[in-house]
C-alpha cells in the first residue's frame, strides 16, 4: 500500500467506519478497517476517553465531508442551503450531497469510489443530458440522464470500476443501463433511500451552536 493510501484508509479508523474511499479495497477483507476497528497511532488500542456534545457532533460532521469529499467551505454552504431549504434540515443536506454529480457517478457504479468519480467528471469523461459537465459540484435533478462521454467508453479504469460494481446495490432513485453505461435520476432521494451511517441531526445541531 502507498503512503497516500494509508493515510485515506486512517480517515475511516479515525471515524470508526467504512467511508468508501479505496474503491473494491472498501468491499473486501482486506480494509484495514475491518483488521483493524481502531484509531491510528500508538494509543490507538487504548481507552477512548468519552467526547463532550461538541466532539460527538464534530466527529460526525467531519465523517460525512469525508464520506462525500467536501471542503469545510463548501459544506458551510451546503448547510445553509440545506437550512434555507423547506423541510427536515438533515435531509435536505443529505439531498444536497446525493445529487451532486460526482456522488451520482459513483452511485451509479461508474466509478469505484468517490475520489475517482469526481476525477472521471473533472477530465470530461461524463455527459448530462447529452452535454459535457465537468464540474463535480453540479447539483442533478430528477429526470436528468448521466452517461459516459464517447471518448472514455474504453478507459481501463471506467471499464474495471463497472465490472467491479455488479454486485453493489443500485439506489431505488437511481436506474442504470451497463450496456449504454447510462444512468437516470428517477427521483430525489427521501432518507430512508440513503445508506449513508451518519447521523445528520447531529450536524445540525453543530451548526446551529
Known amino acids: 500500500m502507498t503512503l497516500q493510501g494509508n ?15 479505496k474503491g473494491d479495497k472498501c468491499y473486501s477483507r482486506k480494509c484495514p ?16 476517553r468519552k467526547l463532550s456534545d461538541y466532539g460527538v457532533q464534530l466527529r460526525e460532521k467531519q465523517k460525512m ?11 458551510r454552504l451546503y448547510v445553509r442551503e440545506a437550512i434555507r431549504r423547506p423541510g427536515v434540515t438533515g435531509e ?40 459535457r459537465v465537468n464540474i ?3 447539483q442533478l435533478r430528477p429526470h436528468d440522464v448521466i452517461e459516459v462521454h464517447e471518448g472514455a467508453r474504453k478507459i481501463p479504469p471506467l471499464i474495471a470500476a463497472i465490472e467491479a460494481s455488479g ?20 427521483s ?5 433511500e440513503i445508506d449513508t451511517d451518519v447521523q445528520e441531526s447531529l450536524i445540525v445541531e453543530f451548526y446551529s451552536r
Request: proline content about 7%; hydrophobic content about 35%.
Open 188 to 192: 430525489t432521494p427521501v432518507r430512508d
Open 65 to 75: 465531508r469525508r464520506i462525500y469529499g467536501i471542503s469545510e467551505r463548501q459544506f
Open 7 to 21: 493515510a485515506v484508509c486512517k480517515r475511516c479508523r479515525r471515524e470508526g467506519v467504512k467511508l468508501y474511499l
Open 136 to 138: 463535480p459540484s453540479y
Open 33 to 48: 478497517v475491518e483488521k483493524r476497528p481502531y484509531p491510528p497511532g500508538q494509543h490507538g488500542q487504548g481507552r477512548m
Open 92 to 131: 435536505n443536506l443529505l439531498q444536497l450531497l446525493e445529487m451532486r454529480l460526482d456522488n451520482v457517478v459513483y452511485r451509479l457504479g461508474l466509478a469505484a469510489s468517490r475520489p475517482q468519480a469526481r476525477q472521471f467528471v473533472s477530465h470530461g469523461h461524463m455527459l448530462v443530458n447529452g452535454r
Open 167 to 186: 454486485g453493489r446495490a443500485l439506489p431505488p432513485w437511481l436506474e442504470f443501463d451497463a450496456n449504454e453505461m447510462r444512468g437516470t435520476v428517477l
